[in-house]
């Protein structure tokens, strides 16, 4: 069964640091998105991706984060200077065209900012 | 999207069938349920959704009230592996919506 892909499963970085978090949707889905999991707390969104583009973004994604579409596969989210409260899981996930298709989410990254 | 409300927490003895309940009495004509479960630290997995007909798959089944204004989902022969968050999302449709996830139902699958 396809899956969403993430990697790396853990980033350990210091603060100010850039950190870019990979992700592999699933082939043929065409929306893209980012939500984040502060340890004991929701999921929450960040942004979403459509045709090359944001298509919404959370209050919590401000300057400091940007995504991307490299290529046909990878999407990727960046943050520029990491702060300490960054320290989260980051889950990507993917959706097939259709409007009321669920979201596939993957395995998550664990950001640790020192 | 509607606001849903969950209990915080449940306990299913295995073998058993896990009913968690789901209000949304705020629901509009064109907000599906879904439901989600999260196990430990682990990205969201889908269940089920629907819009107002009961549903089943092979993971579990939807039942939604004729008014709309409360769901349960049943997971029919809970397995110690079923112990996870399960939320109850309900969201308007359109071409790229987020989910909104709230705070769950902690279940406990006992053995």
């Known amino acids: 069964e396809p899956e969403v892909t993430q990697t790396p499963s853990h980033q350990v970085t210091q603060m100010g640091q850039e950190v870019i978090l990979r992700c592999v949707p699933i082939?043929?889905?065409?929306?893209f998105y980012w939500y984040r999991q502060i340890l004991g707390q929701k999921v929450e969104f960040l942004v979403s991706?459509?045709?090359?583009?944001?298509?919404?973004k959370s209050e919590i994604f401000d300057d400091q984060f940007s995504v991307e579409r490299p290529d046909g596969s990878n999407f990727t989210l960046k943050i520029r200077s990491t702060k300490l409260e960054d320290s989260a899981m980051y889950f990507c996930a993917s959706r097939f065209f259709r409007v009321d298709n669920e979201q596939f989410f993957g395995p998550g990254t664990r950001l640790t900012v020192l | 999207d509607a606001k849903t409300t969950q209990p915080p927490s449940m306990d299913c003895a295995e073998g058993r069938a896990a009913n968690l309940p789901c209000n949304h009495s705020?629901?509009?004509?064109?907000?599906?349920v879904y439901w989600y479960r999260q196990i430990h630290s682990q990205g969201p997995q889908y269940i089920i959704h629907g819009l107002k007909n009961n549903e089943t798959n092979e993971m579990a089944s939807l039942i939604i009230t004729e008014d709309r204004k409360s769901s349960t989902l049943i997971l029919p022969h809970a397995t110690l592996r079923d112990t996870a968050v399960y939320y109850c999302?309900?969201?308007?449709?359109?071409?790229?919506?987020?989910?909104?996830f709230g705070t769950g139902t902690s279940l406990t699958v006992i053995p």
């Open positions: 705020t629901i509009s004509g064109n907000e599906y």
């Open positions: 991706f459509y045709n090359n583009e944001i298509s919404e």
């Open positions: 999302i309900a969201r308007i449709v359109d071409t790229g919506n987020q989910f909104y």
């Open positions: 082939s043929n889905h065409l929306y």
